[in-house]
């Protein structure tokens, strides 16, 4: 089973930025394509952004066009998130499909899932 761990969630006011980061337990994550989700309170789980194991397909939700963006090296998946707004705040789960898939934003797509951390933009 794949593992994954993410890291990096914490308050911060609008306009601020947090980096995430995903990493797998035990193994890398070379051959495993990663999606970032958020879920806040009340709402459905939804992507934000999917990094395939190359680093070169990526995509992105509407909703964070040009405040966040995703990139990896060997060992970790990161989601640079700048301009934050209250609308961002929620839990942020790193997935991966089985190896070798290449899924895009949608959380059926996925086998794997980290245990999420939070992201609060105090308003």
């Known amino acids: 089973q794949l593992r994954l761990v993410e890291s990096g969630g914490g308050l911060v006011q609008p306009g601020g930025s947090l980096r995430l980061s995903c990493v797998a337990s035990g193994l890398t994550l070379d051959s495993y394509a990663i999606g970032w989700f958020r879920q806040a309170p009340g709402k459905a789980r939804e992507g934000v952004s999917s990094i395939s194991s190359s680093g070169l397909r990526i995509y992105y939700a509407d909703s964070v066009k040009g405040r966040f963006t995703i990139s990896r090296d060997n060992a970790n998946v990161y989601l640079q998130m700048n301009n934050l707004k209250p609308e961002d705040t929620g839990v942020y789960y790193c997935?991966?499909?089985?190896?070798?898939?290449?899924?895009?934003?949608?959380?059926?797509?996925?086998?794997?899932w980290g245990q999420g951390t939070q992201v609060t933009v105090s308003s």
């Open positions: 997935a991966a499909p089985l190896p070798g898939l290449v899924p895009r934003l949608g959380p059926e797509e996925y086998d794997y």
